[in-house]
């Protein structure tokens, strides 16, 4: 079986989405991002994955991978069937793998990264400028499509409806790009994506707690 190590909300989530849209049962393992032990067992983190960073998916073989760009291309690969990715050889196979990339580098990396992890001392001045010139790449491809890539849900909009929710906390108001806030709203209207969701919040709660 499939196993995840995730972090409730964080990147990982998208692969969770991946994973329930799927329809592809796995084992959750939750590894903590800032202490990297794994909660199950209080072991360290980085013994499963030396970048100490989520996701790491363990595969059948006991192989970890790590990134979620591969991670999601991954496990839309298990199942096929699910359509979470066009096949290798579709020229939308590359459409996916520019967006998967967009995200992790121009939202993840240069935004929600350093906003959540560094201390505000001034430098988050220039992400802060950028991301609205970023955030509006995708907001005028959605603004006549319903999914990223091609006609139906992709690893791609699992992986960009992580980084909309996390903007909010983040400080960004995606209402300013209506295109935005619809598509999220879509996108939280899947059982899919409501089911993770709902799962990590309450871990997260208990965490908090
Ligand atoms: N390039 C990686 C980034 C992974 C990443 O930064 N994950 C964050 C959570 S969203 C993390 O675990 N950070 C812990 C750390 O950097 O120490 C990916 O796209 O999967």
């Known amino acids: 079986m499939l196993q995840l190590y995730f972090f409730p909300m964080a990147c990982s989530l998208a692969s969770r989405i991946a994973l329930l849209e799927a329809g592809i049962e796995a084992q959750y393992h939750l590894a903590h991002i800032w202490t990297k032990q794994v909660v199950d067992d209080g072991?360290?983190?980085?013994?499963?994955?030396?970048?100490?960073?989520v996701p790491v998916l363990v595969l059948e073989n006991g192989d970890r991978l790590t990134e979620s760009a591969a991670v999601l291309q991954y496990i839309a690969d298990v199942k096929p069937e699910a359509g979470l990715a066009p096949r290798f050889g579709d020229p939308d196979r590359y459409r996916l793998q520019e967006w998967l990339s967009f995200i992790g580098a121009e939202i993840h990396k240069?935004?929600?990264?350093?906003?959540?992890?560094?201390?505000?001392?001034?430098?988050?001045?220039k992400p802060r400028a950028r991301i609205a010139q970023t955030?509006?790449?995708?907001?005028?491809?959605?603004?006549?499509r319903e999914f990223l890539v091609g006609n139906s849900f992709t690893v791609a909009d699992?992986?960009?409806?992580?980084?909309?929710?996390?903007?909010?906390?983040?400080?960004?108001?995606?209402?300013?790009?209506?295109?935005?806030?619809?598509?999220?709203?879509?996108?939280?209207?899947?059982?899919?994506?409501?089911?993770?969701i709902a799962t990590e919040m309450a871990l997260r709660k208990t965490m908090a707690a």
Do not use: C
């Open 43 to 53: 072991s360290d983190f980085r013994a499963i994955s030396p970048k100490g960073a």
């Open 110 to 125: 240069a935004f929600l990264y350093p906003t959540f992890w560094y201390k505000d001392d001034g430098s988050l001045a």
């Open 135 to 144: 955030l509006s790449v995708p907001a005028m491809h959605l603004a006549n």
């Open 158 to 196: 699992a992986h960009l409806t992580w980084a909309l929710l996390l903007l909010r906390p983040a400080g960004v108001d995606i209402a300013q790009w209506p295109a935005l806030s619809s598509y999220l709203e879509r996108m939280q209207a899947r059982p899919a994506v409501r089911e993770a």
